[in-house]
């Protein structure tokens, strides 16, 4: 278990140092092989949609359970191969580095590039965004993969590893390509989208309580950032987002939530938060306390595989 608290470590400095590799990254791979699968296995039903999960993050899993029983006895290949999973499933770095880029775009008037830099944060439709709207997009965004892109995959990696780190990195990836709720999608990708929620049940109510925590390093209060994550987390259709989301506005004392376009839909969500909507000044505090969060939930996640371990 020392093994897999260091591995969990300096994975995260790695993915801090060098960011999602630009070719060939494991999680594009784990995408291209789920896509691939979909045509084959796809129905209009939740039964199909199950099978395809099934299908998709077993072998996933598998490959987990061989790296860890391969490398168990071995301390040296054993940190090693969990820090290598842990680079290859997180992506907060990456996550940052589009939050800084947006709030660069914000903060000297340039709209159409930021409407440009939006779709790769989601998959909202920028065209018709102002600044404003751009900004809470990008806040939300960031909020809610805190947990998707750090916080769950290194829970999961203290509690079960190897395997645990690429099993949440492959239903979250297939929660981004099947769990929409459209014509395709609605029936077929429910079990995908209901097993995210499950996986992400507990980091996201981590994630909130550390960003509320440290509110104070962005120039927000604890407590208030706090009070308005109990308040409005459910504001969001989310049981997970609202989480994450409410704490980063407390965080930030701004106003989340409101009218999403997306290309197939419109979503009206419940507001987050008391303030203004962010401007580029807080798109950059949010994306400082993404960085914050991802620290603090290594040092949670590395001291809980140490205490497991001697617990057993």
Not at 104 to 120: F, H, I, K, M, Y
């Amino acid at each position: 278990m020392i093994s897999r608290a260091l591995g969990l470590a300096l994975g995260v400095v790695a993915d801090q140092l060098l960011g999602d590799p630009k070719r060939h990254h494991p999680v594009a791979w784990f995408g291209t092989f789920a896509a691939r699968l979909e045509e084959p296995l796809y129905g209009d039903d939740v039964v199909a949609g199950a099978v395809y999960a099934a299908a998709t993050v077993t072998p996933v899993v598998a490959l987990g359970v061989a790296a860890e029983r391969l490398t168990r006895s071995r301390p040296l290949l054993h940190t090693a191969a969990t820090a290598l999973a842990t680079w290859a499933v997180l992506g907060a770095r990456t996550l940052v580095r589009e939050g800084e880029a947006m709030a660069d775009s914000l903060e000297v008037g340039d709209l159409d590039r930021a409407r440009a830099q939006l779709p790769n944060l989601c998959g909202r439709d920028a065209s018709r965004l102002d600044a404003p709207e751009l900004g809470r997009a990008t806040v939300e965004s960031m909020a809610e993969n805190a947990a998707d892109a750090a916080v769950a995959s290194l829970f999961w990696g203290a509690i079960l590893g190897v395997p645990g780190l690429l099993a949440h990195r492959a239903v979250n990836t297939l929660d981004a390509m099947v769990g929409r709720r459209d014509e395709r999608y609605g029936r077929f990708g429910t079990a995908s989208a209901r097993l995210d929620d499950a996986l992400d049940y507990f980091p996201a109510r981590i994630t909130g309580a550390l960003a509320s925590a440290l509110a104070p390093t962005v120039g927000g209060r604890a407590r208030q950032a706090w009070t308005i994550t109990l308040r409005d987390a459910g504001n969001h259709p989310s049981p997970n987002g609202g989480w994450c989301e409410a704490a980063w506005a407390g965080a930030l004392d701004v106003q989340l939530g409101g009218r999403n376009v997306y290309a197939s839909r419109v979503e009206d969500r419940g507001l987050l938060g008391d303030g203004p909507r962010p401007g580029a000044c807080e798109v950059r505090k949010a994306a400082h306390l993404v960085t914050l969060v991802t620290g603090a939930a290594t040092v949670l996640a590395a001291g809980a595989a140490l205490l497991l371990g001697r617990r057993r």
